[in-house]
């Protein structure tokens, strides 16, 4: 289970940062930068905050719900940077993901002394100082909360693009390549969403 030991040994104001949506073959990644400046957060979120993946997709949605609330509350400063599809095609998926994640914390309401990025992976030219962690979001609180509002932010995203495009299963895939995915790809084609630069895309654009 996360907790704050990273933060502590760290100290000053620490931002959490993750993304979600580097491996889908449509829409964009998103990153989300987090900082707890208030502990004292509602129970149900500080016992429930984990690895995004670990959790079903109700609980994501509660937590998301929940954090957004403490926000309000003046406890907890969020932050969402998204790079698009012709953006990850134009980069690189790691660049476009780095990206977000410098558009997540330049978003943040309070200025973070360090960023600690889930993964293995830093970012060069960054708002502030960084330094990672691997399987950060099972790790650290700030971390673990990213993840969860980075991947609830990037589902709704795919819902409401599944609604203009209702063929290739956004709302269910988030843009992966399931069954409904490619079966949707060969009956409708590839839309301006999709990643051309990703291998099962450029099939299509064949």
């Not at 990037?154 to 819902?159: F, V």
């Not at 995915?181 to 051309?196: A, C, D, T, V």
Request: glycine content about 8%; some cysteine; proline content about 5%.
């Amino acid at each position: 289970m996360p907790d704050f030991k990273i933060e502590d040994s760290l100290g000053g104001i620490v931002a959490g940062v993750d993304e979600a949506g580097r491996g889908p073959w449509a829409g964009p990644v998103v990153a989300g930068a987090v900082v707890i400046l208030d502990r004292n957060l509602d129970a149900e979120l500080l016992n429930g905050l984990d690895d995004s993946k670990k959790l079903s997709a109700k609980k994501r949605e509660k937590l998301y719900n929940l954090l957004f609330e403490e926000e309000k509350n003046g406890k907890v400063a969020i932050g969402i940077g998204e790079a698009s599809a012709e953006e990850i095609d134009a980069l690189n998926i790691l660049q476009a993901t780095f990206l977000a994640m410098t558009r997540a914390v330049e978003k943040l309401k309070a200025i973070p002394e360090i960023a600690i990025i889930d993964g293995n992976q830093n970012p060069k030219k960054f708002p502030c100082p960084s330094k990672t962690v691997v399987k950060g979001d099972a790790k650290s609180m700030s971390i673990s909360a990213a993840s969860i509002a980075a991947k609830v932010y990037r589902d709704r995203l795919m819902s409401e693009l599944a609604e203009k495009y209702p063929y290739y299963g956004f709302e269910k895939n988030a843009g992966y390549g399931t069954k409904a995915h490619i079966e949707g790809l060969k009956s409708y084609g590839i839309i301006p969403e999709h990643r051309k630069s990703y291998k099962p895309i450029q099939a299509f654009l064949k």
